[in-house]
C-alpha cells in the first residue's frame, strides 16, 4: 500500500510535459482520474510566462528554451525570446512524516513544550490559549502512541530527566471506540493544532 501512496504521489507532482516519460506501471493503470494539482511548477499554458517555474529532464522543459542546464528547475525571465534561468531548488510540501522511534531514542529528542495525545487529558479546545502562548515561545512535540505502548509513563520518565513542560490532551474526545489508531490520532491532533496555532 505504501508503495501504491508513493507511485501516486511521485506522479501526481510531476509537470504534465514530464509525465509521459514515465513507464507506466499497474499501479498506474487509473492515475488519470486523479485531479490536477495546482503546483507553481505545473503550467497552465503552453506558452512560456515571465516568473514561471519549469522542471527539466534530459532538456526537456515542455517547452522550446534557452536554458543554462538539462536537468534543474529554471524560472522565465523572457517570453518573447524563451530564455530561462536556473532557479534554487525548493522543496515541495509532501505532508506531515511520522518518525517510529525506539523508546530508547525517545527521551534525547524531547525538548520544551511537549504534547502528548491521550484519552485522559485535558480538552484542547479549552486550553486554546495556554497551548498558543507555549507553541509562540518555541514550537512543540507532538507525541501520538498506541494505546497499550506505555506512552504516558514513558514520557514521564523522559520529564524527570529532561525537565521538560508535558502537557496531555484528548484531542477525539467522546470518542466511541475503545481505540483510536495512531494514524488517525496524528491526522486528528494535527487539524485540532492547526486550529488552535493559527
Known sequence: MTRL???LYEYSILPPYLKKELSMR?????????????????????EPIEGELRFGSKGNFGLEITSPCRDCEIMIVDSIKKQGIKYPSYVQYSGPTQKIIDKEDLCPSLSGFVIVGSRNGENPMECLHQIRRKYDNGGTTLIIGPPKGKI??????????NDLDVNYYNFVPKQGVRDVRAEEALAISLSVLNVIIN
Not at 152 to 161: F, L, T, Y
Open 26 to 46: 499497474r499501479e498506474l493503470k487509473y492515475v488519470g482520474l486523479l485531479s490536477p494539482l495546482n503546483l507553481p511548477s505545473h503550467p497552465r499554458k503552453a
Open 152 to 161: 504516558i509513563r514513558i514520557v514521564n520518565d523522559c520529564s524527570n530527566k
Open 5 to 7: 501512496i508513493h507511485s
